[in-house]
């Protein structure tokens, strides 16, 4: 056993005064003393990884953040690495808005320069986009995006200062799909959507001619009209891949001067909603990126602004840490119904993440740590 003298300022972190693990800071050596916990490492620590604090029997819940993040699968003796978690189910009490908290509202919202379109909803870009009904058409949007790009083509946005880009949102779906399905559904949502996005000054739908999701039907599913500010053509009436290329920067170039008239002006920081997703977890996540986000949005709820949960599985297993903040136990209800939804589609497609069996997600500490004002506005949902 290494001498504890080798790490004298051994840094750990505890989370929480019910914790069984604390978070090493550094590289611990097996023997290093932990002054604080009164333990020593029993074996290799790395960096931001999880060492208990105390012996913990198989199938004993641990505990990080104050919270059940797994169950031992293993007998963990004081001071060893603590990692590869058994999942398991524990009930969980929602205690819909038993811990709601009055939001703090600042006397005088800050301002950002945004975009004022005609329906009143306010721009933080000012973009021309470019969708595709269907995978066959994302070689061609890319292509006609391509054309505007500054690093490639400076000269074509150069008379339009106020247009930030043209931008091609791609999938690989749209086919060989049940028409009446849930999948085509969802993807219909999700375009209709970005074409009614503020960001976008003005939309340019590209489809192949033939594919399930047809032009017409997901203007019509989502109550979308043609207008100056949306067009489409395809593929297919256009003449092939080269034409259909020529024809869209044609139709774009026609677009830029409506996009150019856009002007900025000072808007409330009421008018930002602010989308929260994973951008892939570490072992430092949850005490250093996600307390920040949590502060950040803290300051924008204290402004008037939105924060949306926008990944349901993120929060999957931390939903009853959510609903006892709700502001009302009708928004709790609505948080459990998303998750619900979320387990049905899990099992009916067999992916194995909703199946009852709880984790901790390592997302979940970015509203652990702030005091959200959870809400679910209009418009904005966590999964579905």
Known sequence: ???????????????????????????????????????????????????????IEPGAAVRRYGQIIGFASQRIRAGQHTHNLSMGDFVRDHAHGAEARPTFRTAEPAS?????????????????????????????????????????????????????????LTHGAGCAVDPEGEGLAILQRTLGGYACHPNFASVLVIGLGCETNQIPRLLATQGLQHSDRLHSFTIQDTGGTTRTIAHGIERIKAMLPQANAGRRQSVSASQLAIGLQCGGSDGYSGISANPVLGAAVDLLVANGGTAILSET?????????????????????????RIRWWEAYDARFARGQGSGWVELPACAPVFLVCGMDLRIRRGFQTSK
């Open 313 to 337: 599985p993120e929060i999957y297993g931390a939903e009853h840490l959510l609903t006892r903040r709700a502001q009302t136990p009708e928004v709790g209800r609505k948080l459990v119904e």
């Open 1 to 55: 056993m290494l001498s504890p003298t080798l790490q004298p300022n051994a840094r750990v972190i505890r989370l929480h005064a019910q914790d069984d693990v604390v978070i090493s800071l550094d590289q611990l050596v097996s023997g290093t003393h932990i002054e604080s916990e009164g333990i020593a490492a029993a074996g290799l620590i790395p960096p931001g990884h999880k060492m208990a604090t105390r012996a």
């Open 112 to 168: 950002f320069e945004g975009i004022v379109r005609e329906d009143g909803r306010v721009a933080t870009r000012n973009y021309i986009g470019i969708l595709t009904s269907v995978n066959c058409s994302a070689t061609v949007a890319r292509a006609i995006a391509d054309h505007f790009r500054r690093d490639i083509h400076p000269e074509m946005l150069a008379p339009f200062p106020n247009v930030d880009g043209v931008v091609a």
